[in-house]
């Protein structure tokens, strides 16, 4: 987390920065600053803490060989916090680009910082020292979506539960909050934000640089799921100027994946939110512009160059444009279901949802992998799981591996042939009655959390009918596509569409939005690491 830079590292580095000399108790960076700089200690020492009106909490001493940062000072994002010269020191200075300079042709150094810079975040998210306050309640799906979009964007917080916390009254009252406003962000020396939207709470955490809304880009990237992040990394990498919008949190619904085992390279699995982690800073590493909680809501069919508009009356430039908005979970067909979504129906598997049900019995519903990974993954947590699926078993939807899994854990129960029939509660989830479709059976427990993960529900409908889908909604592309599509969207050449074009040229579609995609993480990042390969093509074209 803290190595120490060689005499010769640093001579390597001399020629990107230049020396700067800073006096006792010099604030060199505080938190909620933007664009920071990147500092070696030639001489001297640095103090890293955590400032409060009562005090501050030490986090580490920088001395010489030592260098400041962590993951932010690439993406540009709000320091969480302060640097200060404990005595007269000597530093070098290296700015933003010329550090991402070094990141991108200095492989030895590129290592040792952003393993650096990841360990670091880790860190405070493990102590929570964000500056950031999050008040709310188990009983809220407000207050699950908040914790769920902090944690998935690798922001530390505080959780304070109203109902659990015997001070809160007196934080409430300090920051004038009544029950009804909850949840609420405290955001360090800003506005109290009464349950925010995800775009409020990223512009209040500086999540994002202003989006220069007169540039063209090369690539404009629709998604930061597995197939974005990839189309992120090898058209950066590749000198594409690549700008990605990502409605929610990077991961897509991978993100909310507990673990994955069978993903190549990662023999003892990969949790969804670590792998979007690090390809996240990976694609920042390359230069590629991330945009969070912007979300694309028309694609201009006849625009030239390519424009895509979003939330807040922004529209977005591109050459190409990638589409990767993935899919979500198809919604069980039960009346009364938004009642209870986010306060005891869950669509992801993760740490957050996890705590709301140790101790508890719970039911996975679906027999793909992200159901089995789900189950076992809260076997650990719960006190049993019901694992429930229509048909007659598991052996063509789900990997062997994670049946044996299953069937070798003895805090799984599989059902098959079983349906969910009814859900009841008063402001939560307290009943679940489920029946075997074969036997026509019913059973009623009480239980307080359903993980619904059953089939793919394609992101598209925000297109339009700008470009063509099947008759599932899933974006048809390359060989797929019919004289007839072609025609209606005028293709303007003699070639055919490219394998993953629709049928608007120069707007491509990979991943589980994909028709005919395979739906697993590893084809979904060769989609997008192939897509950029054809779009050079149409860009010489």
Known sequence: MFPKLTDEQISRLMSFGHRRH????EVIFQPGDTKRNFYVVLSGQIEIDTPFEEGAIHITLHQNGEFTGEVDILSGRQSLVRGRALVESELLEIDQDNLRQIIQTDPELSDLFLRAFVLRRTELI????????????NHS?????????LSRNAQPYTYIDVESDINVQELLDHFQIGLDEIPVIVCRDRPVLRNPTNKEIADCLGFNTEINVSRIYDLVVIGAGPAGLAAAVYGASEGLDVL?????APGGQAGSSSRIENYLGFPMGISGQELAGRAFVQAEKFGAHISIAQQATKLDCDAHPMTVKCTGDISIQGQAIIIATGAEYRKLGISNLSQFEGVGVYYGATY????LCKGDEVIVVGGGNSAGQAAIFLSTVAKHVYLLVRGSGLSDTMSRYLIRRIEECSDITFLPFTEIEELEGNGRLERVTWRNNRTDEQESHNIHHIFSMTGASPNTGWLQGCVALDEQGFIKTGPELKAKDLKSANWPLRRRPYLFETNLNRVFAVGDVRSGSVKRVASAVGEGSVAIQLIHKVLAE
């Open 22 to 25: 800073v006096a006792k108790e």
């Open 126 to 137: 493990a102590q929570k020292s964000g500056g950031v306050i999050l008040i709310g309640s």
């Open 244 to 248: 990605v919008l990502e409605g929610n």
């Open 141 to 149: 799906a407000d207050t699950l979506r908040l914790k769920a979009f």
């Open 352 to 355: 957050v949802e996890a705590q």
